[in-house]
């Protein structure tokens, strides 16, 4: 009886301390989330970029990041390809890049349950658009 109490504080302290440290992570995560989230997209207006295939990217402290590329012709972006992405499950966020061709701006909606993802990809194809 007393090994089974010693076994019970013993496994309660340990899932304690695995709780304690799933908090902090998740606590420092959410703020990233929110720090990147912050960080504004503005309404680029395609029409006035050059011809060309425009290199971007955009990380936040080597957790979540994109690297794309731009190609503008006549005026629109006609494609978007993604050569890195740092997205965890975020991967499904990637689409995002058929909507922002679609409606040539980067102000669309980003994608439900990757938003963060979304947003980082944004911003790596906003910073291609703003070296050119």
């Known amino acids: 009886?007393?090994?089974?109490?010693?076994?019970?504080?013993?496994v309660s302290g340990?899932?304690?301390?695995?709780?304690?440290?799933?908090?902090?992570?998740?606590?420092?995560?959410?703020s990233n989330m929110t720090k990147i989230k912050n960080v504004?997209?503005?309404n680029l207006d395609f029409t006035l970029y050059n011809d060309g295939v425009f290199e971007g990217s955009y990380y936040?402290?080597?957790?979540?990041?994109?690297?794309?590329l731009v190609e503008v012709s006549n005026g629109e972006v006609i494609d978007i390809?993604?050569?890195?992405?740092?997205?965890?499950?975020?991967?499904?966020?990637?689409?995002?890049t058929e909507d922002i061709i679609r409606d040539q701006t980067l102000l669309v909606d980003d994608i439900s349950g990757?938003?963060?993802s979304s947003h980082v990809l944004k911003l790596a194809i906003q910073d291609a658009l703003e070296e050119e």
């Open 1 to 10: 009886m007393k090994k089974m109490k010693k076994v019970l504080v013993v």
């Open 14 to 30: 340990f899932i304690g301390v695995i709780v304690i440290i799933a908090s902090i992570f998740w606590m420092g995560l959410s």
């Open 60 to 68: 936040y402290e080597e957790q979540i990041g994109a690297t794309v």
């Open 114 to 116: 990757a938003t963060t």
């Open 40 to 42: 504004p997209i503005y």
């Open 81 to 96: 390809t993604i050569l890195e992405h740092l997205a965890g499950k975020g991967t499904i966020a990637e689409v995002i």
